[in-house]
């Protein structure tokens, strides 16, 4: 790094972050060719381990999780690179489940700044270069990598991975990715590398993805094909081609997801016990992923932020209103202005008994008015909709008005978990 840098410029992890907002003329610029510009002298997308990469429009955050905590579980070091982080920017790197210091985190930027020289890179570009630094300096049997935004001209894929990992396709991100899903789901298999295997945990994915990992020969393993779950009154059971681990406990989150980390599992061909994976499977949590951060009344944080996430948390909610009969769901909600408000809100009308809007002050953000109007547009009641200043806000009230029998679910968007999160 420059001399000037060093005398002025980021001096802690927060101005670090600052500055490398300011170092690209737009958030989001899809493609290689820059990342490689830097990464290819200084060797950083090597990563010296078996590399797993998982895309997919939904679904990628808990299966790195699950992946991450068998691998782990079974005495292997394990990085894992995710976004976005809800709190604190070290959640995107974690080495063997915990978070790396500020200090490596500030010296990691502080190498890219030096070998970039004149190449403008997004934040989330020079993150992930940042990220396969760190975990360059450690000795790590594997590392996990989740695709920030579809995958083919993703910064992560600049990293050949051992093994691919598509979890959903769905719409979200039309301006970057199109209304296409055909098209969708080929940028998605862009993370599919020639003759690798590949596992596809959707068995009703688009065509696109399956023909595209036939066309590379990968060793493809898809759901409903070539692995499946069955599922019975209290547990679900997983069968591969070479695996098969019965009475697996079900959680909230997506058991399509969990049979899909099992194949890569059963793909990385390591002797685990059944019981723990079954351990793991149990504990499976993920912050921010159908949380439950309070009781009486109970508080759900979710993420869901497109009609896809919005369709499964109402299914997870519908659940809910079976084991809490007297339970009235009261929605505190707040989405960036490009996602499907409407439909989103359709998915769940039918579970949420009022509503409580509020606005994201940050890029792509919405005030709160155009999903409020997307509440009349639908003729929910005015006296089960209402808007407020800030999400904080709304989340006060829908509190002060439950009963403590009631479930106050939190979800639209990361900003909108986080903005509760820090505060309760």
Same mark, same amino acid.
């Given at each position: 790094?420059?001399?000037?840098?060093?005398?002025?410029?980021?001096?802690?992890?927060q101005q670090w972050l600052d500055y490398l907002l300011l170092q690209h003329p737009v958030e989001i610029d899809l493609g290689l060719d820059r990342l490689n510009l830097v990464a290819l002298p200084s060797k950083l997308h090597q990563l010296n381990s078996k590399v797993i990469t998982v895309a997919g429009t939904n679904g990628k955050g808990s299966s790195c999780a699950l992946l991450e905590q068998i691998l782990i579980a079974a005495g292997y070091r394990v990085g894992v690179y995710s976004s976005p982080h809800l709190i604190d920017y070290r959640e995107r790197v974690r080495v063997d489940g915990e978070m790396l210091s500020e200090s490596q985190h500030c010296q990691a930027f502080e190498y890219i700044e030096s070998v970039r020289k004149d190449?403008?890179?997004?934040?989330?570009?020079?993150?992930?270069?940042?990220?396969?630094?760190?975990?360059?300096?450690?000795?790590?049997?594997?590392?996990?990598?989740?695709?920030?935004?579809?995958?083919?001209f993703d910064a992560t894929n600049i990293v050949d991975s051992?093994?691919?990992?598509?979890?959903?396709?769905?719409?979200?991100?039309?301006?970057?990715?199109?209304?296409?899903?055909?098209?969708?789901?080929?940028?998605?298999?862009?993370?599919?590398?020639a003759g690798k295997p590949a596992v596809i945990g959707d068995p009703n994915i688009v065509s696109s993805v399956t023909a595209h990992a036939t066309e590379l020969g990968c060793q493809l393993r898809h759901a409903g094909k070539n692995f499946e779950q069955t599922i019975d009154a209290d547990s679900w059971h997983y069968k591969g081609p070479g695996l098969q681990i019965d009475n697996l406990p079900i959680g909230m989150l997506p058991l399509q997801n969990a049979a899909a980390v099992l194949a890569v599992v059963e793909l990385l061909e390591l002797d685990l016990a059944p019981q723990l994976i079954r351990d793991c499977v149990k504990?499976?949590?993920?912050?921010?992923?159908?949380?439950?951060?309070?009781?009486?009344?109970?508080?759900?944080?979710?993420?869901?932020?497109?009609?896809?996430?919005?369709?499964?948390?109402?299914?997870?909610l519908r659940q809910l209103q079976h084991t809490h009969p007297q339970a009235n769901i009261l929605a505190v909600c707040a989405m960036l202005n490009d996602k499907?408000?409407?439909?989103?809100?359709? $998915?769940?009308? /039918?579970?949420?008994? +009022?509503?409580?809007? %509020?606005?994201?002050? !940050?890029?792509?953000?919405?005030?709160? #008015?155009?999903?409020y109007s997307q509440l009349e547009a639908?003729?929910?009641?005015? $006296?089960?909709? /209402?808007?407020?200043? +800030?999400?904080?806000? %709304?989340?006060?009230? !829908?509190?002060?008005?439950?009963?403590? #029998?009631?479930?106050?679910v939190v979800f639209g968007s990361f900003y909108t978990v986080a903005a509760v999160l820090e505060h309760i």
């Open positions: 790094m420059n001399q000037e840098l060093n005398s002025t410029g980021p001096q802690n992890l190449v403008s890179l997004t934040y989330f570009e020079m993150g992930t270069l940042a990220a396969f630094h760190l975990f360059k300096q450690q000795t790590l049997d594997f590392v996990i990598l989740e695709v920030g935004l579809g995958g083919r051992d093994i691919a990992l598509v979890t959903t396709i769905a719409h979200d991100h039309e301006a970057w990715l199109g209304k296409d899903l055909m098209l969708v789901g080929l940028e998605k298999a862009g993370i599919f590398r504990n499976w949590r993920v912050s921010g992923r159908l949380q439950v951060v309070a009781h009486k009344p109970m508080v759900i944080v979710d993420v869901a932020h497109n009609v896809q996430s919005a369709a499964y948390l109402a299914g997870q499907d408000h409407a439909q989103s809100i359709m $998915e769940l009308d /039918s579970v949420i008994s +009022s509503w409580f809007i %509020a606005g994201i002050d !940050a890029p792509r953000g919405d005030d709160g #008015s155009k999903l639908l003729s929910i009641p005015i $006296e089960n909709r /209402s808007r407020h200043v +800030s999400i904080m806000a %709304a989340y006060d009230r !829908a509190i002060g008005v439950s009963n403590a #029998s009631d479930i106050v």
